[in-house]
């Protein structure tokens, strides 16, 4: 009987944390293009050192065009993700124009790039990403597949 009203306890102590647990929704990104092409990697320091670190980096801008027409009017967060990388750990770092968030995100991870009301139907900005992983680790060409996630306010 007292394991029952334990777990009942727990339960309603639980509710409002699962009740408060926000729900992210993928955002429609397609309309985003890579601007000057590729992103290509160079190592960081000079090859041949012994002191030299393995790893590559490389830069790239982005004109980020994001489809928030379905939340047009709501007060939203919008995160940045990137899927944990096979092959080695990436890290990315952005700056912007202002419309999104600068920040940092490592591969199997998400942050922050937005947060208010959405008066559009399209919130757009170009980062500009700065792009750094191991290179002893790196086998082949890598995709990486950066996508968006919103998260809406109460209304």
């Keep these: 009987m007292s394991r029952r009203i334990a777990r009942l306890a727990l339960l309603l102590l639980a509710a409002p944390l699962l009740a408060g647990a926000q729900t992210a929704l993928p955002v429609d990104d397609h309309a985003s ?5 590729p992103l290509r990697m160079r190592w960081d320091t000079p090859a041949g050192r012994h002191d030299a670190s393995p ?6 801008a982005v004109r980020v065009r994001l489809d928030v027409a379905p939340w047009q009017g709501r007060q939203a967060r919008i995160f940045m993700t990137l899927p944990p990388q096979a092959g080695t ?3 990315a770092h952005w700056t912007t124009r202002g419309v999104l968030l600068p920040g940092a995100l490592r591969d199997g991870e998400r942050a922050l790039v937005y947060a208010g009301p959405l008066r559009g139907p399209q919130l757009e900005d170009v980062q500009q990403l700065t792009i750094r992983a191991d290179g002893a680790r790196l086998v082949r060409p890598e995709q990486l597949h950066f996508a968006f996630e919103i998260e809406l306010e109460s209304p």
């Design 33 to 37: 293009e890579v601007l000057g092409g």
């Design 55 to 60: 790893t590559v980096s490389g830069e790239v």
């Design 89 to 91: 750990r990436v890290d």
